[in-house]
């Protein structure tokens, strides 16, 4: 497989990234540190106070508070200078959107504004459109709000009816029309509205202010977490829309919507570690002060199993995170090299990365999902109360598998959009694939000697890959152009690429850290256990994508190869997990 420095999207199928040239959150510089510093003691005067109050639906408070966060320049941060921001690096950006996360509703009213309800002006508007509208909601002057979603078009976001029609003296397109679930909606200044120009097929993309005649808002949602976010309809009844308001050019809204959402996806990869890490916090100090028996319940080997697995899903989806930030990061350095424009480079750079930016959310959401419940179940009873903040971040997590686009319409991103790349030239998929498929019998289950700790994840990793291309040659064989409609298969081919994924960005991060930390014996173990629990979930999808693809004749070379390539050495994982756990519960904190 080659080695290059930064690989295309979906590209480490086949290729090999060498640890140097990733980056891991333990090259944070003193300034990064101190901006992340800066939020987390404004989630600790600001939200956490009024954070009750937030959740009784209190519009005016979440406004509030939004303002201030825009006043400190939390607002400017993916904001270029020259619009008022403070134009910091995508790493930085990633590390700003990790750190507000642990801000329950505010997070998402925040993510919101910042990202879907300010990036679509600043990447898509022109010069007039910036200028009026970038410096104020950069500095929370004004609020923003993103609406695409309507009644009857949500995955589906293409289908939507609301209608533009350009008036008799070309001054204003009307809008007409319906929008569901937007975030924002109570208070927000400035709504990026999709809406079809008489019978397009596709989208075009408006600014709409608030305040025009016609915009009605409709009450906020009642909703099972995030309560304290505003969540509304909002109806247009003629709306006058200015036609210097059209964002990109007619048709370009579906492009628009899509591209904002990859970005919306790997912001949000990076939202939930912050949500994560005060759930696994909240987790560990409630299991060092709770007995029973006698005793601390983090004495449990059944806790240090819960808190262990919260430390690793966390580190290995933060692992993934911030390899992927630099990717983007690099990309967009490149990008702006020649065309100059920040914001195109940007929003380009992002939209290449929509492989891994399906992942990240997924990968994330379901992190999240996992480490909330276990803390829940950690606080026993207590988790069940809603005087407590697992029971907030339970609720409050669910949103994330629904929102950014489902984690179903992820999953298909995710396999379909790698094999589109590879179709386009990007990297040889095929070709490689082809050549383990029609060599099943080469597989073997040789024993080696003499290899060192690496080199022998490397080597399980690189076998996880190799079944990978060996289900998407079969399942296409078999299936061909419609493998898209096989969603079960694109599924089980989703999962083992995210896993894979997942394992060998972590296996990147701990070799890394070998030349920073002295001991990583602690991050070996997380390696160790996550390289041991990935082996058996891409062995089941596998097995799962293999059985429902493969002839009798061949099924049983298929399922062999999978089964010698997933085969990894035992070890002691209960043990590793108890080391990990022991570390957790002595830090009384995530200090990982
Ligand atoms: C709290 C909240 C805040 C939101 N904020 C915003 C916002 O600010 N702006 C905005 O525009 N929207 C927003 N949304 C809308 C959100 O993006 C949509 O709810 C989401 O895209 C799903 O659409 P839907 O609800 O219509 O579900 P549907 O599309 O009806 O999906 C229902 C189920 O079918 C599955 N499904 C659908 N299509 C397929 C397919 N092709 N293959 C397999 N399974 C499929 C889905 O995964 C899901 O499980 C928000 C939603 C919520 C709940």
Redesign the pocket.
């Known amino acids: 497989m080659e080695d290059r420095k930064n690989l295309k999207s979906g590209e480490f199928l086949v290729a090999e990234t060498n640890p140097e040239s990733i980056f891991i959150p333990e090259e944070f510089n003193e300034e990064q540190q101190m901006i992340a510093q800066t939020c987390r003691d404004f989630l600790e005067t600001e939200v956490y106070p009024q954070i009750t109050e937030l959740e009784k639906g209190n519009r005016d408070l979440m406004k509030t508070i939004l303002k201030k966060s825009g006043e400190l320049g939390l607002m400017g941060v993916s904001i270029p200078e020259e619009f008022g921001g403070f134009g910091q690096s995508f790493i930085t950006q990633m590390l700003v959107a990790e750190t507000t996360g642990a801000g329950y509703s505010f997070s998402?009213a925040f993510m919101?504004h910042c990202g879907?309800?300010t990036l679509p002006v600043l990447y898509y508007g022109n010069k007039d459109q910036r200028e009026r509208y970038i410096p104020k909601l950069a500095s929370g002057e004004l609020l923003g709000?993103?609406?695409?979603?309507e009644p009857g078009?949500?995955?589906?976001?293409n289908s939507g009816k609301t209608n533009a029609k350009l008036s008799d003296d070309g001054k204003y397109y009307i809008l007409n029309g319906q929008?569901?679930?937007?975030?924002?909606?109570g208070f927000a200044d400035t709504q990026v509205v999709?809406a079809k120009i008489d019978n397009d097929r596709v989208l075009s993309a408006f600014i709409v202010e608030s305040n025009y005649p016609g915009v009605v808002i409709g009450p906020d949602?009642h909703?099972m977490g995030?309560k304290g976010?505003s969540?509304a309809q909002i109806y247009y009844n003629d709306v006058k829309v200015p036609v210097e308001n059209l964002l990109g050019k007619r048709g370009e809204g579906f492009r628009i919507a899509l591209s904002i959402l990859h970005m919306g996806r790997i912001k949000l990869g990076a939202n939930v570690l912050g949500a994560a890490k005060k759930a696994i916090n909240d987790s560990v100090k409630y299991a060092n002060e709770r007995k029973q028996f006698g005793v601390l319940i983090s004495t449990f080997g059944a806790i240090k199993h819960k808190l262990a697995e919260q430390v690793i899903r966390l580190f290995a989806s933060e692992s993934a995170v911030y390899r992927v930030s630099r990717d983007i990061e690099d990309l967009i350095n490149r990008l702006k090299a020649d065309c100059g424009d920040t914001g195109r480079a940007t929003i380009d750079a992002i939209s290449h990365y929509a492989v891994e930016a399906a992942i990240l959310k997924v990968i994330g959401s379901e992190m999240l999902d996992f480490v909330a419940d276990e803390a829940v179940q950690i606080h026993g009873g207590m988790g069940y109360s809603a005087e407590m903040d697992v029971e907030r971040n339970y609720r409050d997590s669910r949103?994330n598998r629904?929102?950014?686009?489902?984690?179903?319409?992820n999953r298909?991103l995710v396999a379909d959009t790698a094999m589109k790349r590879a179709m386009k030239g990007d990297f040889d998929l095929f070709g490689n694939a082809a050549g383990l498929y029609e060599n099943l019998g080469n597989i073997t289950d040789n024993e080696i000697s003499d290899e060192n700790y690496f080199d022998e994840k490397s080597r399980y990793i690189s076998g996880f890959k190799k079944v990978i291309l060996i289900c998407i040659h079969g399942a296409l064989k078999k299936f061909e152009k419609s493998l898209i409609h096989e969603?079960e298969v694109m599924n089980d081919i989703a999962e083992m690429m995210m896993e894979t994924y997942l394992s060998e960005s972590l296996k990147l991060r701990v070799q890394k850290l070998e030349s920073i930390k002295g001991n990583i014996s602690v991050y070996k173990d997380i390696l160790d256990v996550n390289i041991y629990e990935t082996s058996h979930k891409i062995r089941k999808s596998a097995f799962d994508a293999i059985v429902s693809f493969a002839d009798e004749e061949n099924s049983a070379a298929v399922l062999k190869a999978a089964d010698i390539l997933t085969k990894v050495r035992g070890i002691n994982i209960k043990d590793a997990r108890r080391r990990i756990a022991g570390k957790l519960i002595e830090d009384n904190s995530y200090q990982f």
């Open positions: 998402v919101a879907i309800g709000s993103y609406c695409l979603t078009a949500g995955s589906d976001a929008k569901m679930w937007i975030t924002n909606a999709f949602e909703k995030i976010s969540t949103i629904i929102f950014e686009g489902t984690n179903e319409i298909l969603q």
